[in-house]
Structure formats: C-alpha cells, structure tokens
C-alpha cells in the first residue's frame, strides 16, 4: 500500500491560529499491526503523540489476557480512556471497562493488570512526565520518560521495516 493511499487517524482539529503547531494527521495504517511497539509480553504501546516539549505522550496500550504494567507511579497527572476490554488496578477494589475515564494522580503506585478472561485490551493513556517503576517497597527501580519511549518505537519500526524516522508522525 503507498503511504498516500493509507489511511489516517486525525487527531485535532485544523490549526485555527497562526502560532499554532501544524496538524496532527498521522499517516499510520491503524490496521498494520507494526504500529503496535511491544512493551513486554502481552503488552504492546501505540503511539500517538510523542510531546518532546514539555515531556509527555498519548499512546494506546493494549494488553492481552494474562498480561499487567508493573507497579509504578508517576510524577504528574495521567489520563485514561478504555476503548476495548477491561482492566483493574490491584490496589483497587473496582474494574474499568470500555468507555470508563481513568485519573492517575500523581505520587499513586498502581499495578495494571487484565485478567485471563479479556482476550484484548485497549486504553488510550495521556501521560505527563514519566512511568517510575518502584518495587513492592515502593523504591524507585527505574524510569521511563518520552524520549525512552521515542528510542523503543524507533529502535521497533526499524526492526519491522517500516524506518526509525517513523517516529516523526509522532513527535511535537
Ligand atoms: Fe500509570
């Protein structure tokens, strides 16, 4: 398929003022299964918006059956939206499922998992900052900001065929 015949996901609206940012229209396939940059196994990101600015970044996680996002927190606030599936926080009592908004306040430690019986599960993530991985103490073990993101998904769709300067879709 030409990169010109693929189709695209637009996400905002035409740039209205002068000093605004050009649009962002991603010439991705959302049907190609290479967009989705695995994370670990049973976990795949895909990305949306890579903010380089001020350190953020709008992605998709998708999660199968059986798969979790290790305990971390965040330094900054984090927003959610389930598109598909269900998921739950093993520090909480409670399930989000499709069209549930999620809000991570920052400093929270949180444990992502899917459960056996959801074969796929989607949530789009807006996250600022970073993922700080800590450990069952809460120490910190390590830490994920936007530009460790950009190297993973540069580093996969090199791999994949698709160029690292894939990325640029992405990038603000
Ligand atoms: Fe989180």
């Known amino acids: ?12 609206a035409p740039s ?20 989705w940059v ?15 600015v ?5 992605e998709v996680v998708k999660v199968t059956g059986g798969g979790f996002v290790s305990r971390h927190r965040h330094p900054a606030p984090v927003h959610g939206l389930v598109l598909k ?14 069209g549930t908004y999620i809000y991570e306040p920052p400093g929270e430690v ?5 459960d056996d019986d959801c074969p ?3 949530c789009f993530f807006a996250i600022s900052g970073s993922v700080n991985y800590v450990d069952e103490a809460g120490r910190d073990v390590r830490a ?16 994949v065929g698709l160029g690292a300067d894939y990325v640029k879709n992405f990038v603000r």
């Not at 398929?1 to 905002?12: C, D, E, K, L």
């Not at 001020?54 to 709008?58: A, D, E, K, V, Y």
């Not at 269900?86 to 520090?91: D, K, N, V, W």
Request: some cysteine.
């Open 1 to 12: 398929m030409s990169r010109a015949a693929a189709p695209v996901t637009r996400i905002s």
């Open 16 to 35: 209205a003022h002068p000093f605004s940012p050009p649009d962002i229209v991603l010439a991705t396939d959302p049907e190609d299964e290479r967009i």
């Open 38 to 52: 695995p994370l670990k196994k049973g976990v795949w990101l895909r990305p949306l918006m890579y903010n380089t």
């Open 54 to 58: 001020q350190g953020g970044w709008c």
């Open 85 to 98: 599936g269900a998921f739950r926080y093993l520090e909480h009592d409670w399930i989000a499922d499709q």
């Open 110 to 114: 949180h444990t992502l998992v899917v």
């Open 120 to 122: 796929e599960m989607h």
């Open 144 to 159: 994920e900001d936007v530009f460790h993101r950009l190297d993973r998904a540069r580093e996969h769709y090199e791999e």
